[in-house]
């Protein structure tokens, strides 16, 4: 059984930082992707960035330039550390591990953690 338990969200000030963390236990493929995703209530969730297991990393553009996405392979863990928050940023935010194996694709996703910009 594959969980993803994130972390760090909260109530911040515009201009300010916070960093995600999620915890993933349960056995996973080792060649995969992790990546956060965004959703606000209404609106289809989006996302935010990915990252391979070889450290290959991708980030809308909304994110580019103060979002950075890390993982640690030993510890199954990925973190988004967000730097200049904007109003715009405030929603629910998933991590999500992914991969492929003999063309069947498997996605599992955190329960969400709450972020919240504030004016």
């Known amino acids: 059984q594959v969980q993803l338990v994130e972390s760090g969200g909260g109530l911040v000030q515009a201009g300010g930082s916070l960093k995600l963390s999620c915890a993933v236990s349960?056995?996973?493929?080792?060649?995969?992707?992790m990546g956060w995703y965004r959703q606000v209530s209404g609106n289809q969730r989006e996302l935010v960035a990915t990252?391979?297991?070889?450290?290959?990393?991708n980030y809308a553009d909304s994110a580019k330039g103060r979002f950075t996405i890390s993982r640690d392979n030993e510890k199954k863990a990925v973190y988004l550390k967000m730097n200049n928050l904007n109003p715009e940023d405030t929603a629910v935010y998933y991590c999500?591990?992914?991969?492929?194996?003999?063309?069947?694709?498997?996605?599992?996703w955190g329960q969400g953690t709450q972020v919240t910009v504030s004016s």
């Open positions: 349960g056995g996973i493929f080792s060649l995969n992707t």
């Open positions: 990252i391979t297991s070889s450290g290959g990393t």
């Open positions: 999500n591990v992914q991969w492929f194996r003999q063309t069947q694709r498997y996605s599992y």
